[in-house]
């Protein structure tokens, strides 16, 4: 009940922060210099052609004016037409969202996991030959951007060792499954392809793990310090010194406190996934939403970027409140924190 | 006298830090009777935690390391046990309750978890069978430790306990592990006074009752003075007087001592206070010698060359200083 309440909290600040980051990137788009209406024509188009398809896009309009029409079609799902594909921006955001969706998914799940494992082995044999590896790695994750992994990743895994496919969604001549959630992995499970989720999830694993690295990094160095922090507190001596195992500590009661930062930051993580994802989809072909956006952003495709952007801002707040039921089922100072100040 | 139940030989801990190496403790010398309640005192910063989580085998190594030392519970060496041993040890023999309750708890983890955790491995077979026995012994220790709502306590984490509560869970814990030897640092330091009084006013008799022995660990010297036998004074490392507590209150021989206990009026017997000009040195660099010398009134030249070992000077009476070399 707790959480439900939670819940539906978290979503109505959801609408109020959706509402203010719409009219944020609305205003920052239109008062942007350009002429998006001559960008969408071509610089041949006849003035009275540029003039009317600015008429019909209200820019000539005051600026609360255009809010309000483009508000009141959102509100119908309607985003408005791009002026680049020239097709609805709904339409393009429900054929481009999914892969993006799918390679950021992989790239979280990947980040996560590995992040805490390589944290927690790295803080168990803290300051051995072990830990200094991790912590390089670490050192090297956070510092390089990571379009450069990807080039070297597909250099080394694509070029030299041919392992994994560097292009696309699927080997060509591979038959989609039928469309269902649209990532090709969920569709493919549910409908029983298995060679063809395999195909898909090695053409993910190159783009998803050179846009996990980063954030990997940051995880495992955060649940590093966690760890070593926490080992030398007074709970883990005196747990000690009641003779309970080594094994119990090690596994119960160390881990559980030192996981608690890690999983409070990854919502950032995350976010930083789904910004870099743009130069990834680029190097790897993938049809996604971010490189959409950013072609959007680079032509002044209005309703585009606006639209793609209110996407990536719900993905954020959703992913956001899913780490922050974590944390308060992990942390009772948290949980019971919330609870006395409601 | 008896065989000594613990007995700490000239042990040395040092820190191994980003800085250079702290040299804290300096030769410990430190005897517990069997069914002793001995006091240690000193000022913040001696070493008296370092020496009691050296006990437990508790201290983070690294960066501690033992150079040399021998730490002899009923005649074996603590530092040369197998971890076996050393959990039985710590299982069932000696425990420790320390300075800070809050710190001690575990935050995300409920008192029954934990206490029923400690129950499982140190009085039952560790397996998870026995759930049932081990709640009702779980409720059982937390009343022995006055506990109102056992039942609900177990449910609750750390944060909603008072500091009272919580200190009474780590007494519980300590209870259900111990036998022989009960270390008490610095109980109910973080409480208010009242709470203090009924915290150390309980281990008196849960000590009692149980015949086990107590090493307690004040700031508070009238609690000292009224509950243990035998009281060690502490300074920069080492022990530098040990005395029965009558003794060492009526007749402090060590400069170190008279600063410290005369410090407060010996009646009422408040906090340790400022009796003594200086602080503890850097144990970077400590000084040589006595490690008292530079804050002391009757220094004399050998006192900066040589550490003074213990003096005897009465029947259960010794003093760590030159002045005493040529006592009798
Ligand atoms: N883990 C550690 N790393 C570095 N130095 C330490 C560590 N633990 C203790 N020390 C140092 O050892 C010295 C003695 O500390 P200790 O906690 O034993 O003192 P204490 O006598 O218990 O003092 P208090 O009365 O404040 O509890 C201090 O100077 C402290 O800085
Ligand atoms: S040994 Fe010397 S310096 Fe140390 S307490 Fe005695 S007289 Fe003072
Ligand atoms: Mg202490």
């Known amino acids: ?23 944020l990137i609305f205003t920052i788009a239109r008062v942007m210099p350009g002429h998006p209406a001559r960008m969408a024509l071509g610089s041949r188009a006849p003035d009275w052609a540029v003039e009317r398809l600015r008429e019909e896009m209200h820019l000539n309009e005051s600026l609360y004016v255009q809010y309000y029409y483009w508000a009141k079609d959102a509100l119908h799902g309607d985003f408005g037409v791009s002026l680049v594909t020239r097709r609805g921006v709904a339409n393009d955001i429900r054929e481009f969202f999914p892969a993006s969706l799918e390679l950021t998914l992989y790239a979280g799940i990947f980040m996560g996991i590995m992040g805490i494992i390589l944290g927690t082995i790295s803080g168990w044999y803290n300051n051995t030959w072990i830990d200094n590896l991790v912590r390089i790695i670490s050192y090297i994750g956070i510092v390089t951007p990571s379009f450069v992994f990807a ?21 060509p001549g591979v038959v989609h499954p039928p469309l269902i959630t649209k990532m090709i992995t969920f569709d493919a499970l549910i409908t029983g392809h298995f060679a063809v989720f395999f195909d898909a999830l090695k053409h993910l694993f190159l783009p998803a793990v050179s846009l996990a690295m980063g954030g990997m990094a940051q995880e495992a160095r955060i649940t590093r310090s966690a760890l070593t922090d926490n080992v030398n507190k007074d709970y883990i001596a005196s747990e000690r010194s009641c003779g309970i195992p080594e094994r119990t500590i090690m596994f119960k009661y160390l881990l559980k406190p030192s996981f608690i930062p890690t999983i409070s930051i990854y919502g950032l993580d995350f976010a930083s996934l789904l910004g870099n994802a743009f130069l990834i989809e680029l190097i790897f072909n993938w049809p996604g939403l971010s490189r959409y956006g950013m072609n959007a952003m680079l032509r002044k495709d209005l309703n585009a970027m606006t639209a793609v952007i209110l996407v990536f801002g719900l993905v954020f707040i959703i992913v956001n409140i899913i780490v922050d039921l974590i944390v308060g089922y992990l942390d009772p100072r948290i949980r019971l924190g919330a609870e006395r100040t409601q | ?76 060496d603590i530092l040369k046990m197998k971890q076996v041993k050393l959990q039985h040890l710590r299982k069932k023999e000696i425990s420790m309750i320390f300075q800070d309750p809050t710190a001690a708890l575990n935050p995300v983890f409920t008192i029954g978890t934990q206490l029923q955790d400690t129950i499982r491995f140190a009085e039952k077979s560790g397996k998870n069978t026995e759930k049932e026995g081990i709640r009702t012994r779980a409720i059982q220790v937390l009343k022995e430790v006055s506990l109102p709502d056992p039942e609900r306590v177990l449910q609750n984490y750390p944060l909603q306990l008072s500091g009272g509560m919580r200190q009474r869970v780590c007494i519980s814990m300590a209870l259900v592990s111990t036998n022989e030897l009960l270390i008490a640092d610095e109980p109910g330091t973080s409480l208010d006074v009242t709470i203090k009084d009924q ?55 060590h400069p170190y001592s008279q600063g410290l206990l005369a410090a407060t009026p010996r009646l009422t017997g408040g906090g340790i206070g400022e009796g003594i000009d200086g602080r503890i040195p850097e144990y970077i660099n400590p000084p040589t010698g006595c490690r008292f010398h530079p804050r002391c009134k009757q220094a004399m030249p050998i006192c900066k060359d040589k550490k003074p070992p213990f003096f005897k000077v009465g029947k259960d009476h010794e003093v760590a200083c030159f002045l005493f070399q040529n006592h009798r």
């Open chain 1, 151 to 171: 080039i070297f990743f597909v250099l080394i895994f694509g070029y030299v060792l041919e392992i994994f496919p560097t292009m696309g969604r699927l080997t």
């Open chain 2, 1 to 76: 006298m008896a065989k000594p139940l613990l007995e700490i030989k000239d042990m040395y801990v040092w820190f191994k830090v980003f800085g250079g190496i702290l040299k804290v403790l300096d030769g410990v010398n430190f005897i517990v009777y069997p069914g002793e309640k001995v006091g240690l005192v000193g000022e913040m910063g001696c070493g008296k935690t370092t020496t009691m989580k050296a006990i437990m085998r508790i201290l983070p190594m690294p960066p501690a390391v033992i150079p040399r030392g021998e730490i002899l519970f009923k005649g074996q």
């Open chain 1, 1 to 23: 009940m707790r959480t439900i309440i939670f819940i539906a909290k978290r979503l109505v600040y959801s609408v109020f922060v959706l509402i203010g980051l719409s009219i």
């Open chain 2, 199 to 253: 915290i150390l006013r309980l281990l008196k008799e849960l000590a009692e009752k149980r015949n086990t022995s107590i090493i307690l660990i004040s700031h508070a010297l009238g609690a000292v003075r009224g509950m243990t036998d035998r009281l060690y004074v502490m300074y920069a490392g080492s022990m530098v007087e040990v005395a029965k507590t009558k003794e060492l209150f009526a007749h402090p021989l």
